[in-house]
Nanobody, 122 residues
């Protein structure tokens, strides 16, 4: 059983930056997903337990960075050059690394956090 707890988030300021954190029990492949009002659940970025292998959705490449600090059991999602379309609920999820987690499809992830809201203040 993997437990996940997200923190961070807040208001989206166009052009600004935001960091989300996910504390995960156990070493797993971890990904961040976003659920927005106008899109289905979207896989954004994923990382392997060692942190040396990362995958990004094409739509966020260059703006989002996933990283992890295993000493703190924490996975981060840094978002830069924020857009209104970044609004939504963000979830971190854990997967068995022997599966196809790198495709960033929600079906491959067995454990989910409660989510954090990132909002457009306008």
């Amino acid at each position: 059983q993997v437990q996940l707890a997200e923190s961070g988030g807040g208001s989206v300021q166009a052009g600004g930056s935001l960091r989300l954190s996910c504390v995960a029990s156990g070493a797993s492949c971890i990904a961040w997903f976003r659920q927005s009002p106008w899109k289905k659940l979207e896989g954004l970025a994923g990382i392997n337990p060692g942190g040396g292998y990362k995958r990004y959705a094409d739509s966020v490449k260059g703006r989002l960075t996933i990283s992890r600090d295993n000493a703190k059991n924490t996975i981060y999602l840094d978002m830069n050059n924020l857009e209104a379309e970044d609004t939504g609920m963000y979830y971190c999820a854990a997967a068995n690394c022997s599966g196809m987690w790198y495709q960033l499809q929600s079906e491959s992830f067995q454990y989910w956090g409660q989510g954090r809201q990132v909002s457009d203040p306008s």
